[in-house]
């Protein structure tokens, strides 16, 4: 199976700060990468699939990059509604699976 | 809108087997796979598998082959998800979760049951 680690596994941050959060792959996955953001008692929320593309509704402060084996999450001007906890996921083969997670405190 | 609304589950004895349906609305059911995904409480996220509602075809994560049974009804629109042999690690909460049938992210997820093994 393809192991995905994040880091750091938890962030605390300002409001109006940029945060980045990374995810390894232990093997590539090309660009089959998803992030999404799960908050408290609610099912994870898709924000970006295939590395860098948005999901409608998702505001543009976030983006992402990456291919092969290391991709990552940046987040801009911090906004409260921001915390939570953020996984990446890969589907490039099954088993799909996510990293441990990051939760961001802001 | 698109919605996946689940059903089921609650508490069941170590051994036993637990149903957790999913009702997607807000598109055409056959169109889309269902996934199921578990977290335990607390923890990371866990893929069990996928249905393709059209054909019936399914894929299971390895480590829940010979436990898992997902099924669908065309007719009502629903998917099922059926886990058997329950231990106290089966304590989590079960999400269906909708893709493309290329693209396996997920894009819409249900709002989650708890599934509870307890004796």
């Known amino acids: 199976d393809i192991q995905m680690t994040q880091s750091p596994s938890t962030l605390s941050a300002s409001v109006g700060d940029r945060v980045t959060i990374t995810c390894r792959a232990s093997?590539?996955?090309?660009?089959?990468l998803a992030w999404y953001q799960q908050k408290p008692g609610k099912a994870p929320k898709l924000l970006i699939y295939?590395?860098?593309n948005l999901q409608t509704g998702v505001s543009s402060r976030f983006s992402g990059s990456g291919s092969g084996t290391e991709f990552t999450l940046t987040i801009n001007s911090l906004q409260p509604d921001d915390f939570g906890i953020y996984y990446c996921q890969q589907y490039f083969t099954s088993p799909y699976t996510f990293g441990q997670g990051t939760r961001l405190e802001i | 809108q698109v919605q996946l609304v689940q059903s089921g589950a609650g508490v069941k004895e170590p051994g036993a087997s637990v149903k957790v349906s999913c009702k997607p609305s807000g598109y055409n059911f056959i169109d889309y796979y269902i996934h199921w995904v578990r977290q335990v409480p607390g923890q990371g996220l866990e893929w069990m598998g996928w249905?393709?509602?059209?054909?019936?075809?399914?894929k299971y994560a390895q480590k829940f082959q010979g436990r898992v049974t997902m099924t669908r009804d065309t007719s009502i629109s629903t998917a099922s998800l059926e886990l058997s042999a329950l231990t106290f690690g089966d304590t989590a909460i079960y999400h269906c979760a909708r893709s493309t049938w290329n693209f396996h992210y997920f894009d819409f997820w249900g709002q989650g049951t708890l599934v509870t093994v307890s004796s």
């Open positions: 093997e590539t996955v090309d660009r089959w």
């Open positions: 249905i393709n509602p059209k054909t019936g075809n399914t």
């Open positions: 295939t590395v860098s």
